[in-house]
């Protein structure tokens, strides 16, 4: 099992000192990543929820590429049809390179209408645009000459520059918990990467995203289950979130991702669930360090 932990570049934490500080520990802690989420333009209606706006994601990783040296770098996630994938896929392996091939690209289609029109994204064909734009991606990725003729994309007689360190790509995460999320992940994903998933979703979810991955002739193993979910240590376990309790209900929480086939958890320390809304860097500090002393040796 892996572990991963939310950058405070959003909400009431976002700070460049705040970065820093959980970066660096993150990495001191022995946590196996770090985590950029994103949001262009946020609905007036989820500024309660996500805050005004984040800092971007790819400048808050080449950063901490800079002043880390092991620990992985992650999207989770990366709105994949607001952004042209020609770019996406330039700016995501700068990162790779500046990092010494320590990447994780998560992306997913959001949630948010009004942002989509904000940024003159069609919203109603964002699945469709989604597809296209990872096999754009992994098209320039694997190196060949960049031609590509598609319903949303087109271009020929351009270059590709850079490549990613990692072959044949650093890995591709699919968000989402829909059974159309599901078959993404299956189709061209190294990850299927569920928000908040229940136990439940998880016991239905993997087969079937390795039943899929199997019809498409790829190994059904070869694709990581990896969940987000909210974690705080209290005195008294949540209903609803089970990395939201004492360090034995915790643990007790850990081990049944893993026997649900997680392989990778990536934790949201001071947003997601209104229990987290008060936190600072210094309480999230906190936390990490208490799962690191007290979870993490279980399963590592």
């Known amino acids: 099992m892996k572990f991963g932990i939310m950058l405070p570049h959003y909400r009431q934490v976002a700070s460049a000192d705040g970065i820093y500080r959980m970066a660096q520990e993150a990495e001191n802690m022995g946590f196996h990543s770090v985590w950029v989420s994103e949001h262009i333009a946020v609905p007036d209606a989820d500024v309660e929820r996500f805050g005004k706006g984040y800092f971007d994601p790819f400048s808050v990783l080449a950063y901490v590429s800079a002043i880390t040296q092991r620990i992985s770098l992650g999207t989770s996630i990366i709105i994949m049809p607001l952004r042209n994938p020609f770019h996406a896929a330039q700016i995501a392996a700068t990162i790779d390179?500046?990092?010494?091939?320590?990447?994780?690209?998560?992306?997913?289609?959001?949630?948010?209408?009004?942002?989509?029109?904000?940024?003159?994204?069609?919203?109603?064909?964002?699945?469709?645009?989604?597809?296209?734009?990872?096999?754009?991606?992994?098209?320039?990725?694997?190196?060949?000459?960049?031609?590509?003729q598609g319903s949303h994309f087109n271009f020929s007689d351009v270059n590709a520059f850079p490549m990613p360190v990692q072959k044949p790509h650093p890995p591709l995460w699919i968000g989402g918990g829909?059974?159309?999320?599901?078959?993404?992940?299956?189709?061209?994903?190294?990850?299927?990467?569920?928000?908040r998933p229940s136990f439940q979703l998880l016991e239905e979810g993997v087969p079937r995203v390795r039943r899929i991955a199997e019809r498409n002739g790829r190994d059904p193993n070869s694709i990581q289950i990896a969940a987000r979910h909210p974690m705080k240590i209290v005195e008294r376990a949540h209903d609803n979130w089970p990395l939201v309790g004492n360090t034995e209900g915790v643990i007790e929480a850990v081990n049944r991702f893993q026997e649900l086939g997680v392989d990778h958890l990536v934790m949201d320390t001071f947003y997601s669930i209104p229990e987290l809304n008060d936190e600072t860097v210094d309480s999230v500090l906190s936390t990490m360090e208490r799962f690191s002393r007290s979870v993490m040796p279980q399963f590592v």
């Open 97 to 148: 390179q500046l990092s010494h091939g320590r990447l994780i690209m998560g992306v997913g289609v959001g949630s948010a209408e009004p942002e989509y029109r904000a940024l003159n994204a069609p919203w109603e064909e964002r699945g469709s645009v989604m597809d296209e734009a990872l096999r754009v991606i992994k098209h320039l990725w694997t190196g060949q000459p960049p031609n590509f």
């Open 178 to 195: 829909s059974r159309r999320a599901m078959r993404r992940a299956a189709e061209f994903g190294d990850a299927w990467h569920p928000t």
